[in-house]
């Protein structure tokens, strides 16, 4: 504890008397001031005791000390000493009734004690203090480190909510609540995944200060909006890899401080100790998807180990994302990929899903578990991406998940990893076509093949192949195209296709024979039944 202006008082040696303000002796001292000036205030910082003689005041003049009294308050001077048998043989009326009317303790110093051993006193103090802070830091710091190996981060936020006497969470890169203390302070923390967020948004190192409105407590210590939260961003990266909260009832003292640096310093270490075990881990699973690309699954498996295992002996999907290049940023090049690995890694850890997840050149590619929580963050991540492009239309301003397209495998095991990878590739290139953030490869094989003749080249051939029929319907010579169409829809059925067309099959059998003459082409080869229908639904759906 910092001296406070009861413990000076309670000190045998200085022999201090209260004469004013009682009531408010518990107030900590900063420092022992001296001065004779009539206005010290320029010179206050807050939170002195200021020692005055009265030496250029009128001590006696009540108006006088109602406005010395009033500004030594509202500069933030916590008490006032006042020495007796130097200029007044007792303190004057007139300042007691000041410092008893504004509140402001008042004490006596009796001749005999020097203002320098007043200023000595309040110097051991705060020394004493701050040797004990930095003493019940150090060994703050031994206890969280000593949890942090023995019990991982979950060991380091139950022993750091100890030492600050309140609570500790520990969140993910995408935001996420991944550990807190006590166990109730997970849902207090979950309420702080916008902050988070906009933590997450600054480079790092960052910090910011939520709460401590000091309103009135709830029914239950999960349900406190009135604590004081610090947040704070860990990593060392462009973009942080997780952030630390930490609640408590009121701003942290220095002991308290300690510890929150000593966490922030463990949580840091093992943040960048688990990135470099990633890119072991990347690197692995490179070397495990080349494998099962090239279909050699028992190698894969062998390579893999307890760290993909899971994963590949269970169904998965392939993810392949492939985006449009970032620019160098100031502080390193950008990853358009960042936002997805991120949120796919984290959604596996929360589940305890295993997740392969590859930079393959200029795109990334991922295994996920079929009917996981990867895969269906995966789908979550992208529809907000393109929900939030549609909403901004041309103005939507530009950022690391512009350019994002990303495509989806069916189900797959080992053996048909090559297949499924082509799959994600297909629903990919599909994805870039019809300008969608995210395809699944099923919804093509669920849907109809006629969006895929939308691409200008399959236009450009259908033009070209049904021209000389439009070309002769202008001529107002016959209904060849309509004909074509008739025909084609009824798989070649004279009877069926001349009542569509209410004409007589002998009128329909010679329009087909002009069809055949004017493209040089037999309707006998399916091949070219299949062209020509094609191309009329192509041109149908302009």
């Known amino acids: 504890m910092p001296p406070t202006l009861a413990s000076l008082v309670h000190h045998s040696a200085l022999k201090l008397t209260v004469r004013a303000g009682e009531d408010r002796l518990d107030v900590p001292v900063r420092w022992a001031h001296v001065s004779e000036l009539a206005d010290p205030v320029p010179y206050m910082e807050g939170g002195e005791l200021l020692l005055i003689t009265a030496l250029k005041l009128d001590a006696e003049d009540p108006e006088a000390m109602r406005r010395y009294v009033r500004r030594l308050a509202k500069a933030g001077v916590v008490g006032l000493g006042f020495a007796v048998g130097v200029n007044y043989e007792d303190i004057p009326k ?33 020394a004493a203090d701050q040797y004990r802070a930095v003493t019940a830091g150090f060994a703050a710091q031994r206890e969280l480190t000593k949890q942090a190996l023995t019990d991982g981060p979950q060991g380091l936020l139950r022993a750091l909510a100890a030492q600050v006497d309140g609570w500790a969470a520990l969140y993910d890169a995408s935001g996420a609540v991944v550990g807190a203390a006590p166990e109730w302070a997970g849902r207090r923390a979950g309420r702080l995944t916008a902050e988070v967020e906009r933590l997450r948004e600054r480079p790092a190192p960052a910090s910011a200060v939520v709460g401590g409105g000091g309103g009135p407590e709830r029914s239950g210590p999960d349900d406190r909006h009135d604590d004081r939260v610090e947040l704070h961003s860990l990593g060392t990266g462009r973009r942080p890899r997780a952030a630390l909260a930490v609640g408590t009832a009121s701003a942290l003292g220095t ?288």
């Open 94 to 126: 007139a300042l007691v009734d000041a410092a008893e009317e504004e509140g402001l303790p008042l004490l006596e110093v009796p001749r005999r004690t020097p203002f320098l051993a007043i200023s000595k006193a309040v110097s051991a103090a705060i």
């Open 255 to 542: 002991a308290e401080r300690y510890a929150v640096h000593s966490a922030i310093a463990l949580l840091t270490l093992t943040t960048e100790r688990s990135r470099s075990l990633h890119s072991a881990q990347q690197r692995i699973g490179a070397a495990v998807l080349g494998m099962l690309l090239a279909g050699e699954p028992d190698h894969a498996r062998a390579v893999a180990g307890d760290l993909y295992g899971g994963l590949l002996d269970a169904p998965f999907r392939v993810i392949v994302a492939d985006a449009a290049p970032v620019p160098a940023a100031a502080d390193g090049a950008g990853d358009p990929f960042d936002g997805l690995t991120e949120v796919v890694e984290s959604a596996a850890a929360r589940a305890g899903e295993a997740v392969l997840v590859v930079p393959e050149g200029d795109r990334l590619v991922a295994l996920v578990a079929d009917g996981g929580a990867a895969a269906e963050a995966c789908a979550q991540y992208t529809a907000s991406l393109e929900n939030a492009r549609a909403a901004g239309g041309a103005g939507h301003e530009a950022g690391d998940e512009d350019g994002l397209v990303v495509g989806l495998s069916a189900p797959a095991g080992p053996i048909a990893a090559a297949a499924a990878y082509k799959q994600a590739e297909q629903a990919l290139s599909v994805a870039r076509r019809r300008g969608r953030v995210f395809v699944e490869h099923e919804q093509l094989a669920a849907g109809s093949v006629l969006p895929l003749l939308a691409d200008d080249a399959v236009k450009a051939f259908a033009d070209g192949l049904l021209r000389a029929l439009h070309e002769h319907d202008a001529t107002g010579r016959g209904d060849l195209v309509a004909s074509l169409r008739a025909w084609l829809s009824r798989h070649g059925q004279w009877d069926a296709a001349a009542a569509d067309l209410g004409v007589h099959r002998h009128t329909l059998r010679y329009r087909m024979r002009r069809v055949e003459e004017i493209l040089g082409r037999s309707l006998d080869d399916p091949d070219v039944r299949m062209e020509l229908w094609l191309a009329l639904k192509t041109t149908s759906t302009e």
